[in-house]
């Protein structure tokens, strides 16, 4: 059974860092897009970063370009966001996605609805 395992959230104060890694169980291919998604209590859901798992070419939300990072090693089929200068605003569950239909030419669309495959979501809570 494929499954996206998702690591690394946790509490930090405003200014700090976290790295958040995800891995595709189960799949011995590669998924084209891979790609990290929030959601705050009483928000929709929001793309925060993607990427071409056949490139180098992340797709980040205006909100986080400059202090976040994407990032994947393909040996491993994991995909990690760094996230620095982390702000309140920041505090949400972050989920995991992947999915080979949702790239766009070498890049990769941040609509959760393009993906179909999710991990459990992982908290990050960011305090001023």
């Known amino acids: 059974q494929v499954q996206l395992v998702e690591s690394g959230g946790g509490s930090v104060q405003a200014g700090g860092s976290l790295r958040l890694s995800c891995t595709a169980s189960g799949y011995k291919y590669r998924f084209n897009c891979m790609g990290w998604f929030r959601q705050a209590p009483g928000k929709e859901r929001e793309g925060v970063a993607t990427?071409?798992?056949?490139?180098?070419?992340?797709v980040y939300v205006d909100s986080v370009k400059g202090r976040f990072t994407i990032s994947q090693d393909r040996a491993t089929n994991t995909v990690y966001l760094q996230m620095n200068s982390l702000k309140p605003e920041d505090t949400a569950m972050y989920y995991c996605?992947?999915?080979?239909?949702?790239?766009?030419?070498?890049?990769?669309?941040?609509?959760?609805?393009?993906?179909?495959?999710w991990g459990q979501g992982t908290q990050v809570t960011v305090s001023s």
């Open positions: 990427i071409y798992t056949g490139g180098i070419n992340p």
């Open positions: 996605a992947a999915d080979d239909g949702a790239a766009f030419g070498a890049y990769c669309y941040t609509e959760g609805l393009e993906y179909k495959l």
